[in-house]
């Protein structure tokens, strides 16, 4: 067993990770990872279990490269104050091979995620709303992080007040540090798969603050999201799965 966490105050959870979760009743993701809430010293936890890997990759994170779940929580602590507090993560072995992994971080209670505000054209405060993502982007690239699977589902945002909006990223295993070029940043928003009108708005106001030609920015954002909504279709009609525009 290796954990790490971030206050004494959660060893006996991390020590009995597998039986909380396992018992936990309240389910919010139930895929190839789940994810279920846990409350646990006043605190609603959110507990990541992570996928079993295949042989290959039980053998590259053991002894080439850091878990997922140890992505997660590193990842969390170098860049906390864009995503829901971590707590901690966990690994065990069977047959001297990572097995089965848990990220933990408290539970963010956000009220919709970007993606309703994507797909409902009439979603309340659209604009407002897309000109505070683009300044959470913009505050997250000058920090010099690149999400790499900056996708709808993955920025949750909570309304704290009339006109004010607090976003957080999760799923941040997978993330890239360095100092981002103008393309890097525009391309960044591709995996949104925003219509035109929508990821013109958010580019422009992403311009906007970071001083970029408005025009140049809008079509290289464009294209780029062009490009990754041709590649993902053409992977789904190879196989055989419905293309989605």
């Known amino acids: 067993m290796k954990y790490k966490i971030i206050q004494y105050k ?10 909380y979760f ?76 990572i097995y089965d992994s848990y990220f933990l971080s408290e539970h963010y209670q956000y009220d919709f995620t970007i993606r309703e505000i994507l797909t409902q054209n009439s979603f309340p405060d659209k604009e407002n709303i897309f000109k505070q993502f683009a300044l959470f982007t913009y505050a997250l690239h000058e920090a010099n992080v690149e999400h790499l699977d900056y996708s709808p589902g993955n920025i949750l945002i909570k309304k704290i007040s009339q006109e004010q909006y607090e976003f957080k990223v999760i799923d ?11 393309e890097e940043r ?10 035109e009108n929508d990821l013109r708005m ?10 970029m030609d408005k025009d140049e920015a809008i079509e290289i954002a464009l294209l780029a999201s062009k ?19």
């Not at 959660?10 to 039986?19: G, K, M, T, V």
């Not at 789904?236 to 799965?241: A, N, P, Q, S, V």
């Open 22 to 97: 396992n018992e936990a009743k309240r389910s919010i993701w139930d895929r190839r990872n789940k994810i279920k809430i846990v409350h646990y010293d006043d605190t609603e936890i959110a507990i990541k279990s992570f996928k079993i890997p295949h042989l290959i990759n039980k053998i590259a994170y053991t002894f080439l490269r850091s878990s997922k779940a140890e992505r997660s929580y590193e990842n969390s602590l170098r860049i906390i104050d864009f995503v829901p507090t971590p707590i901690g993560y966990v690994e065990f072995k069977k047959f001297a091979l």
């Open 186 to 195: 525009l391309e960044n928003f591709s995996k949104l798969w925003a219509n």
């Open 227 to 245: 490009k990754h909504k041709e590649n993902i279709n053409l992977k789904k009609k190879l196989k055989g799965k419905k293309v989605v525009n």
């Open 10 to 19: 959660y060893s006996d959870l991390i020590q009995d990770i597998r039986s």
């Open 172 to 182: 941040i295993n997978r993330m890239k540090f360095s100092t981002l070029s103008k």
């Open 202 to 211: 958010i580019i422009e106001a992403y311009a906007k603050i970071s001083d």
